[in-house]
């Protein structure tokens, strides 16, 4: 069974920066790719972006794509999710999740998946 444990969240003012970590409990090199996720109160969990680790590219959602960055650190398992500009419309629970055979903005995919860690931007 895979762990993978976000962390990183907090409180943040906007326009401001967060860095969110998901460290994985095997090399993540193992998955097809890595995916972030977010889900505000009262919505459904949404797509942010993903890391396919069979060539390094990155893909974001329309919403965030000019303002997050994902980056990889493969001595430590580890993924980060480096968030700028945050706006209050980002608040939200942050997820990261491993998936075996593919990458997609589709949750369905992922195979495994982190407790997620909450950002929250005060106006």
């Known amino acids: 069974q895979v762990q993978l444990v976000e962390s990183g969240g907090g409180l943040v003012p906007t326009g401001g920066s967060l860095r969110l970590s998901c460290a994985a409990s095997?090399?993540?090199?193992?998955?097809?790719?890595t995916g972030w996720f977010r889900q505000a109160p009262g919505k459904e969990r949404e797509f942010v972006g993903a890391?396919?680790?069979?060539?390094?590219?990155?893909y974001f959602t329309d919403s965030v794509k000019d303002r997050f960055a994902i980056s990889r650190d493969d001595a430590k398992n580890t993924v980060y999710l480096q968030m700028s500009s945050l706006k209050s419309e980002d608040t939200a629970v942050y997820y990261c999740?491993?998936?075996?055979?593919?990458?997609?903005?589709?949750?369905?995919?992922?195979?495994?998946w982190g407790q997620g860690t909450q950002v929250t931007v005060s106006s």
């Open positions: 999740a491993v998936s075996l055979y593919g990458s997609s903005p589709y949750a369905d995919i992922y195979d495994y």
């Open positions: 095997e090399r993540l090199l193992s998955f097809y790719a």
């Open positions: 890391l396919n680790w069979s060539d390094g590219e990155t």
